[in-house]
């Protein structure tokens, strides 16, 4: 099976494992770094803790014990995201509205690479960016990342 496939049979699982928390999914990834991982992000407001990782973990442990979607071995990790990842889904732009965020183009677009001001707002195609009070319209597709701008 490939790591795309992967990716989302493994989030589907994790979307009903947590549905009954104040959890959500971040992110799901498969990656061969020297060895395999499949890496569960997930989060919830305040913050989430060791054991919300546990119950993610132990919750999915079987599932994946059971169904086998992975043929080859690997490691098995649940954690938060961390504050510098990158803002990949509608929800997580959605949860940024009005913070400081740095998007990083392709390459220069009207003159700069890395773009830092406040997330006004965003639809399909364009990210409204408030920097000294006016308004940019970045074209997203034109956008490399988002990520919140730490100080």
């Not at 989030?11 to 499949?38: C, P, T």
């Not at 997580?92 to 690479?113: H, M, Q, S």
């Amino acid at each position: 099976m490939d790591k795309k496939k992967i990716e989302e049979i493994v989030a589907e699982q994790v979307g009903k494992v947590i549905a009954e928390g104040n959890l959500s999914l971040v992110d799901v990834e498969f990656v061969k770094e020297r060895e395999w991982y499949l890496r569960i992000f997930i989060d919830k407001p305040g913050g989430i803790d060791l054991e919300d990782c546990q119950f993610v973990s132990h919750g999915i442990s079987d599932w994946l014990d059971e169904i086998d979607p992975i043929s080859a071995a690997y490691h098995l990790e649940v954690s938060s995201p961390g504050l510098d990842r990158p803002l990949k889904k509608e929800a997580d732009l959605e949860r940024n509205i009005g913070n400081i965020i740095v998007a990083t183009f392709f390459g220069p677009w009207e003159g700069k690479k890395n773009w830092i001001g406040s997330l006004d707002r965003f639809d399909k195609e364009t990210l409204f960016m408030k920097i000294d009070e006016e308004v940019f319209e970045l074209p997203r597709r034109q956008i490399a990342q988002i990520r919140l701008h730490l100080e």
